[in-house]
């Protein structure tokens, strides 16, 4: 069973950086399609980014393009999120994801990925 556990969040003055972290057990990594949600209490999941397999393929919602980088680091097992000029639209719970089904892709949909980390909290503001 894969099991993903995200590390990094915090603290940050709007304009600032942060880099988010993905630990994966369980499986090796190169058999995963990654990615990173983030879902504010009483709102709908979002897709942030995705990574496909072998790093080929990337997408990011409109929101986040020019602010976040993702990439991964599959012998050390770990998933990145790279972000700067945060805002306080970006205040939220971000999650790392997992899919075995998605071969040389990936898509912003929930539904796609069948593991899911715990959480690490970002917050931006003065």
């Known amino acids: 069973q894969l099991q993903l556990v995200e590390s990094g969040g915090g603290l940050v003055q709007p304009g600032g950086s942060l880099r988010l972290s993905c630990a994966a057990s369980?499986?090796?990594?190169?058999?995963?399609?990654i990615g990173w949600f983030r879902q504010a209490p009483g709102k709908e999941r979002e897709g942030v980014s995705c990574?496909?397999?072998?790093?080929?393929?990337?997408n990011y919602a409109d929101s986040v393009k020019g602010r976040f980088t993702i990439s991964r680091d599959n012998a050390k097992n770990t998933l990145y999120l790279q972000i700067k000029s945060l805002k306080p639209e970006d205040t939220t719970v971000y999650y790392c994801?997992?899919?075995?089904?998605?071969?040389?892709?990936?898509?912003?949909?929930?539904?796609?990925?069948?593991?899911w980390g715990q959480g690490t909290q970002v917050t931006v503001s003065s």
């Open positions: 994801v997992g899919s075995r089904r998605l071969f040389g892709l990936c898509v912003l949909s929930p539904y796609e990925y069948e593991y």
């Open positions: 369980g499986f090796i990594l190169d058999y995963y399609a």
């Open positions: 990574i496909s397999r072998g790093g080929g393929r990337k």
